[in-house]
T-cell receptor, first 114, second 113 residues
Framework: NAGVTQTPKFRILKIGQSMTLQCAQD?????MYWYRQDPGMGLKLIYY???????DKGEVPNGYNVSRSTTEDFPLRLELAAPSQTSVYFC?????????????FGQGTRLTVV | TQLLEQSPQFLSIQEGENLTVYCNSS?????LQWYRQEPGEGPVLLVT?????EVKKLKRLTFQFGDARKDSSLHITAAQPGDTGLYLC?????????????FGKGTKLSVIP
């Protein structure tokens, strides 16, 4: 049971570098999300997708981009990394987007920008 | 963004004690969920409450949704070291034509043997 798989688990970037955080789910879920978690700040929604080819901004989208070419994959792109993007990033998916649905999370990617 | 305020932020108790964690908002939520997160892992759903006044029990954990659907509480009876973790309340709200899941800042619980 793979569920939601994120890679890499850890990464150190230099200021100005770019990288892509990978996320894949094998549950055939339509909805996928990217959150960031800073110490003491809970999880904040960066971007979400309601299906292949459809993405939308969440609460904190600046500095990030996403694409959703397949149901399974939802990569998050960081362009010109900044120290403020140091955080733990979580990808999640859900079968639907209604109020009773359960969100399934990956194990996270811990990113440090130096 | 609809805000969820959790209290307390940190809680350290002895094994066997009881505790209550609160989640409050000025907004009405369609439902509230409680997730538990262990270090190095993603959050895992514990329960979803949908109806105002609803009470759900999960072994030693009791969850309540406020009558006005603006608040929720989590009560743990006879806490055990295995209950240690970050407890997050989360609410689905309708935005831009679809539901989005927003989280509180969490309550970090430590249960000391």
């Amino acid at each position: 049971n793979a569920g939601v798989t994120q890679t890499p688990k850890f990464r150190i970037l230099k200021i100005g570098q770019s990288m892509t955080l990978q996320c894949a789910q094998d549950m055939n879920h339509n909805y996928m999300y990217w959150y960031r978690q800073d110490p003491g700040m809970g999880l904040k929604l960066i971007y979400y997708s309601v299906g292949a080819g459809i993405t939308d901004k969440g609460e904190v989208p600046n500095g990030y981009n996403v694409s959703r070419s397949t149901t399974e994959d939802f990569p998050l792109r960081l362009e010109l990394a900044a120290p403020s993007q140091t955080s733990v990033y979580f990808c999640a998916s859900s079968m639907t987007g209604d109020m009773n649905t359960e969100a399934f999370f990956g194990q996270g990617t811990r990113l440090t920008v130096v | 963004t609809q805000l969820l305020e959790q209290s307390p932020q940190f809680l350290s108790i002895q094994e066997g004690e009881n505790l209550t964690v609160y989640c409050n908002s000025s907004s009405v939520f369609s439902s509230l969920q409680w997730y538990r997160q262990e270090p190095g892992e993603g959050p895992v759903l514990l329960v979803t409450v949908v109806t105002g006044g609803e009470v759900k029990k999960l072994k030693r954990l009791t969850f309540q949704f406020g009558d006005a659907r603006k608040d929720s509480s989590l009560h743990i009876t006879a806490a055990q070291p295995g209950d240690t973790g970050l407890y997050l309340c989360a609410g689905w709200y309708s935005g831009a034509g679809s539901y989005q899941l927003t989280f509180g800042k969490g309550t970090k619980l430590s249960v000391i043997p």
